[in-house]
């Protein structure tokens, strides 16, 4: 028999305490029901699976379908799951909420656009972005790190990757702050931000279309365009698609690393110190592990994104039943100890590290060397360029956003010394 919960444990799940340190219960879910049926606050019901082991089969069962369609309750569900309503629905039919074949025919067709040559040859271009905006607050000796670095640097970035014309980048920081600000709560704004992107993406595409004809471009969404005119099949709803969940599956989610690690290491004076030491001395390899390390010990993904069982299934023991919903806590299984030695330890040299933050199996986060590349630099450069960085307000002062997929932080106050 398992123990009985502890009463503040399970009980608490996904309440405001929960989400500033979720890990104790984690702990505990882990231990007495790596496998927990819980109902979310949507009032969806779900299944929890927390270890590792557990998870990583999980995120690579072909019995677990990404299609909503699978979801026993999608009827009433609607707009619980990660449904839209009618408008923008099109745009949902991405990368995250489809199976094979046609996940397999699209991912191989994203894949020979957003290549690794690509994504390393715009180093450079990541690296003015992040000096343009530390330049804007660097004299002034303070500032909220979310709202002014690390939330515009990945959607100026991705904007820029994708070919979204610069003058147009402010609408999309508009939309993308909606979409965050309105994540997890009224449906109403996302709903309206989805819909001007749809139509500017749509233009978008057609414009880029038409000016193939005319020359060369060396943009992912062209990129896009070329690799399925070249014998494989992309429809426009497709491509749009396609455009839409690079945006913004690589938007929250950088803007959270940054935060979330950054955060991480002002409260670890310790590694902190050892990470400017090393990078005073040009040593670039402790930020690449560290990176790696700040994404497992508080990743910008807490749980992976919704999976429904098609069939039967049995994980850890517990018998999933057809059309129920299954979510992988990937915050849980990349703190098991049964995994990963000191699991609640920060430690940015840490080898053997194969985390669970970008997920596993088919649908492996396909940004992660872009994601790689902005957090490397983005906490580097700040590290180089801000001496003494330290929080401005006490650590438990800094608050959490809400919300069951992303963990994030809403605001990141510092001050630095003063600039050499
Ligand atoms: C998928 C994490 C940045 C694009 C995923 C998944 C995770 C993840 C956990 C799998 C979700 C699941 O299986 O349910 C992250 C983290 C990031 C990051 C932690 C940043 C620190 C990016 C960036 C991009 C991106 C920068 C693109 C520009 C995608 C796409 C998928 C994906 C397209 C879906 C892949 C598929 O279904 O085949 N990411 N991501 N991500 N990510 Fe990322």
Redesign the pocket.
């Known amino acids: 028999m398992p123990d009985q919960p502890r009463p503040d444990c399970p009980s608490t799940l996904f309440s405001w305490e929960f989400a500033d340190d979720p890990y104790p219960a984690y702990a505990w879910l882990r231990e007495h029901e790596p496998v927990h049926r819980t109902t979310l606050p949507s009032g969806v019901e779900a299944w929890l699976v927390t270890r590792y082991a557990d998870a990583r089969a999980t ?1 690579a069962d072909p019995r677990l379908s ?1 299609n909503p369609i699978h979801h026993s309750e999608v009827a009433h569900a609607k707009g619980k799951v990660g449904i839209p309503g009618e408008r923008g629905a099109d745009l949902m039919t991405h ?2 909420n489809i199976d094979p074949p046609d ?1 397999t025919r699209l ?1 191989r067709l994203v894949s020979k656009a957003f290549t690794p040559r690509r994504v390393a040859a715009f180093a450079p271009r990541v690296q003015e972005l992040t000096d343009r905006l530390i330049d804007d607050f660097q004299a002034r000796g303070e500032a909220d790190l979310i709202h002014e670095f690390a939330f515009p640097l ?1 959607i100026y970035a ?1 904007c820029d990757l994708l070919g979204v014309p610069r003058e147009d980048q402010d609408d999309f920081r508009d939309w993308a702050g909606m979409m965050i600000r309105h994540g997890g709560g009224p449906r109403g704004g996302v709903a309206r931000a989805v819909k001007r992107i749809r139509a500017y993406l749509a233009d978008l595409i057609h414009r880029k279309r038409e000016s193939l004809r005319e020359g060369e471009a060396d943009d992912l969404i062209s990129g896009l365009i070329r690799a399925s005119d070249h014998g494989e099949h992309l429809t426009e709803n497709e491509a749009a698609a396609m455009a839409f ?2 945006l913004f ?2 938007f929250e ?2 803007v959270n ?1 940054i935060g979330n690690g950054v955060y991480a290491l002002l409260r670890d004076p310790a590694q902190c110190d050892r990470l400017r030491r090393a990078l005073n001395e040009g040593d670039e390899g402790l930020l690449a592990t560290g990176v790696e390390e700040l ?1 497992r010990y508080d ?3 807490e749980i ?2 919704w999976r429904f069982a098609t069939e039967p299934v049995v994980i850890g023991g517990e018998r999933i039943a057809a059309g129920e919903p299954v979510l992988v806590v ?1 915050a849980a299984a990349d703190r098991d100890p049964e995994r990963f030695d000191a699991p609640d330890v920060l430690d940015l040299s840490r080898t053997d590290n194969q985390h669970l ?3 596993h ?8 060397p ?2 790689r590349l ?2 490397q630099t983005a906490i580097g450069t700040l590290l180089r360029r801000l001496p003494d960085l330290r929080l401005a307000v006490e650590p438990e002062d800094v608050r959490r956003r809400g919300g069951l997929i992303m963990r994030g932080l809403r605001e990141l106050p510092v001050t630095w010394g003063p600039v050499a």
């Open positions: 995120l990404k990368l995250l996940h991912r990945p991705i969940i690079l599956a690589g989610t950088t690393l994404l990743g910008p993904v992976a994104t990937l933050g970008y997920g199996g088919i649908h492996y986060c396909l940004g992660a872009l994601a902005e957090a």
